[in-house]
C-alpha cells in the first residue's frame, strides 16, 4: 500500500547545484504535505510543508512545488550544500482527522564539495 | 529551541518482556504520535493522542500495544509482551494548535531491540 512514493532511492549533485528531489502520490484525500530530513541515529527533522491550496511554498534555499493534477510534489535545494546530504522523506496527511503522517521511503541526497 | 526527547535511546529487551518506552513532546504542543521504523523500512504510524484519549490507530496498534499521558509532561508507549517483529526505531512526534500549525516535529526516537 504505497500511497507515498519516492521512486529514486538516492541523488548525488554537486556542492552550489540545485537538488530536486520527487513525490508522488495515490490518494487524493491527502491535503498537506510535508518534507523531512533525516541523519542516521536521528528523529526525522521537519523542513517545508505546503498545503494543497498552494502551488508553491518557499523558504529560505528550499522550495516545495505541488502539482494537484499528477499528483506529484517536489522539493528543490538551491544552492546545495554538503550538510545538505542526508535522507529526505515526504509525508503526507488529511487535515481535520488526527492528521497522521503517511511517509515514502525516503531519498538519500549526496552533495558532493 | 523546543524539542521533542525521548528515553532511553537504546533499548535491549527479551521477547515476551514487557517495555515503556518514554516521550517528553514540546511543552505546549496538542497532538501526540508515535511511529515507527522498521530497519530498511518506511517510518509508519502507529498512534495519535489528543485531548487525552487515543484518536486514531493503525492496524499495527494492536492489544499489545497501549499509550497514556501519566502527567503534564510525558507520553508513553508500552508493549506488553514483545515480539521479534517488534524491534525498530520508535518515534515520538507533537504538534501544536491546529490554528497554529500541522507540522509534526520528531523526537530522536529509542532503538529496541527484542532477542
Known amino acids: 500500500d504505497q500511497q507515498v512514493k519516492q521512486n529514486s532511492p538516492s541523488l548525488s549533485v554537486q556542492e552550489g547545484r540545485i537538488s530536486i528531489l520527487n513525490c508522488d502520490y495515490t490518494n487524493s484525500m491527502f491535503d498537506y504535505f510535508l518534507w523531512y530530513k533525516k541523519y542516521p541515529a536521528e528523529g526525522p527533522t521537519f523542513l517545508i510543508s505546503?498545503?494543497?491550496?498552494?502551488d508553491k511554498n518557499e523558504d529560505g534555499r528550499f522550495t516545495v512545488f505541488l502539482n494537484k493534477s499528477a499528483k506529484h510534489l517536489s522539493l528543490h535545494i538551491v544552492p546545495s550544500q554538503p550538510g545538505d546530504s542526508a535522507v529526505y522523506f515526504c509525508a503526507a496527511s488529511v487535515q481535520g482527522g488526527s492528521e497522521k503522517l503517511v511517509f515514502g521511503k525516503g531519498t538519500k541526497l549526496t552533495v558532493n564539495p | 529551541e523546543p524539542e521533542v526527547t525521548q528515553t532511553p535511546s537504546h533499548q535491549v529487551t527479551q521477547m515476551g518482556q514487557e517495555v515503556i518506552l518514554r516521550c517528553v513532546p514540546i511543552s505546549n504542543h496538542l497532538y501526540f504520535y508515535w511511529y515507527r521504523q522498521i530497519l530498511g523500512q518506511k517510518v509508519e504510524f502507529l498512534v495519535s493522542f489528543y485531548n487525552n484519549e487515543i484518536s486514531e490507530k493503525s492496524e499495527i496498534f494492536d492489544d499489545q500495544f497501549s499509550v497514556e499521558r501519566p502527567d503534564g509532561s510525558n507520553f508513553t508507549l508500552k508493549i506488553r509482551s514483545t515480539k521479534l517483529e517488534d524491534s525498530a526505531m520508535y518515534f515520538c512526534?507533537?504538534?501544536?494548535?491546529?490554528?497554529?500549525?500541522?507540522?509534526?516535529?520528531f523526537g530522536p526516537g529509542t532503538r529496541l531491540t527484542v532477542t
Open positions: 505546503i498545503s494543497s491550496i498552494k
Open positions: 512526534a507533537s504538534s501544536s494548535d491546529r490554528a497554529i500549525s500541522y507540522e509534526q516535529y
